[in-house]
């Protein structure tokens, strides 16, 4: 596996990052929402039409918003191979640990009331002290989860 960080990475990761949180803002300032995907996907999947009425603003911008997210990973995909940028690879790493690593995150998500996303990109943004901590405690988890399988 390749791990050399060029400069054409780190402007794709630079305007992958500044892209996020300019939906994050988007969607906070158009809707009123908080960008956590955890809590978007709970939502979308697991409302009924009451729970979505009293939210006042239905169920179709939670499909919309994580339809959008598919969409933009397909997309890269189409222009990063041509243009000689890796892509992730789902043969890399074992489909049993992709299972175990997204049943982790789901758990760890509703035990943190959130995810990576809402805390991290919108809390940290609204400096919650909640979040800094919540996303603390996810970086340090990576990084040792990471360390052990590598």
């Not at 911008?61 to 397909?74: E, S």
């Not at 043969?91 to 789901?106: A, C, H, K, S, Y």
């Not at 809390?123 to 800094?132: C, K, P, T």
């Amino acid at each position: 596996m390749d791990t050399s960080i060029s400069l054409l990475s780190l402007i794709w990761a630079l305007l992958g990052g500044m892209l996020i949180g300019f939906s994050a803002i988007g969607l906070m300032v158009f809707n009123g929402r908080i960008a956590g995907i955890s809590g978007i996907l709970s939502f979308a999947i697991f409302s009924n039409k009451k729970q979505a009425s009293e939210a006042n603003k239905g169920l179709a911008w939670q499909w919309y918003f994580l339809f959008g997210l598919m969409l933009v990973g397909v997309v890269y995909v189409q222009i990063a191979g041509p243009m000689g940028i890796a892509a992730f690879k789902f043969n890399q790493v074992p489909t049993f640990l992709l299972v175990m690593g997204g049943l982790l995150v789901g758990l760890g998500s509703n035990l943190g009331s959130g995810c990576t996303s809402g805390h991290g990109i919108c809390g940290i943004g609204r400096l919650s002290l909640r979040s800094i901590i919540a996303t603390g405690v996810f970086m340090l988890t990576g990084i040792i989860a990471a360390m052990l399988v590598h």
